[in-house]
T-cell receptor
Framework: DADVTQTPRNRITKTGKRIMLECSQT?????MYWYRQDPGLGLRLIYY???????NKGEISDGYSVSRQAQAKFSLSLESAIPNQTALYFC?????????????FGEGSRLTVL | AQKITQTQPGMFVQEKEAVTLDCTYD???????LFWYKQPSSGEMIFLIY??????QNATEGRYSLNFQKARKSANLVISASQLGDSAMYFC???????????????FGQGTRLTINP
């Protein structure tokens, strides 16, 4: 089983719908992140959280919200989805004690907004 | 702010040849870290190799090595004896600091799509 699990893996929805992407991890890491990937743009940070009471905006947080329900769970919500939010979304974790800052990724959630 | 540039959108290489994927970075921090990740067509992100700015030697992991040229601010990935399974998207990334407490994130380049031909 994957250490970082994302659900759903694929989702097609319509403009205006509310969507939640969920992430859970068994790595015991305190830090969790949501990135989105678009062709030609690489991965960009949406939100990050360093513990349950800590939520921070990344570089492209508009149109998104997050919830850190527990140390192991970090969900991303699109309150009213729009077509330019069509992308591949990654949840990632890191260990504060690992000095390099390496990220451990989930398998990705492909979202299509029609 | 940190910046990562990958100037090769796509590369085509014959199987068994060595391949170099370019990555340049821009930072004013003396302490930084550089990563390479592989993304096969299935979509997952696979960590390949890490180089710290103070590491004296270039990092190596099996067939992967990182050609770290600090003065040129480049961190190219070298794959020796390429295999068909190396066909994938490759991302270079740099560790960036989010706040003065030292919280970190990774900043990614645009990626290079590598295709290995038989």
């Amino acid at each position: 089983d994957a250490d970082v699990t994302q659900t759903p893996r694929n989702r097609i929805t319509k403009t205006g719908k509310r969507i939640m992407l969920e992430c859970s991890q068994t790595k015991g890491h305190d830090r969790m992140y949501w990135y989105r990937q678009d062709p030609g743009l690489g991965l960009r940070l949406i939100y990050y959280s360093f513990d349950v009471k800590d939520i921070n905006k990344g570089e492209i947080s508009d149109g998104y919200s997050v919830s850190r329900q527990a140390q192991a769970k970090f969900s991303l919500s699109l309150e009213s989805a729009i077509p330019n939010q069509t992308a591949l979304y990654f949840c990632a974790t890191s260990n504060a004690r690992l000095n390099t800052g390496e990220l451990f990724f989930g398998e990705g959630s492909r979202l299509t907004v029609l | 702010a940190q910046k990562i540039t990958q100037t090769q959108p796509g590369m085509f290489v014959q199987e068994k040849e060595a391949v170099t994927l370019d990555c340049t970075y821009d930072t004013s921090d003396p302490s930084y870290g550089l990563f390479w990740y592989k993304q096969p067509s299935s979509g997952e992100m696979i960590f390949l190799i890490y180089q710290g700015s103070y590491d004296q030697q270039n990092a190596t992991e099996g067939r992967y090595s990182l050609n770290f040229q600090k003065a040129r601010k480049s961190a190219n990935l070298v794959i020796s004896a390429s295999q068909l399974g190396d066909s994938a998207m490759y991302f270079c990334a740099m560790r960036d600091y989010l706040d003065i407490q030292g919280a970190q994130k990774l900043v990614f380049g645009q990626g290079t799509r590598l295709t290995i031909n038989p």
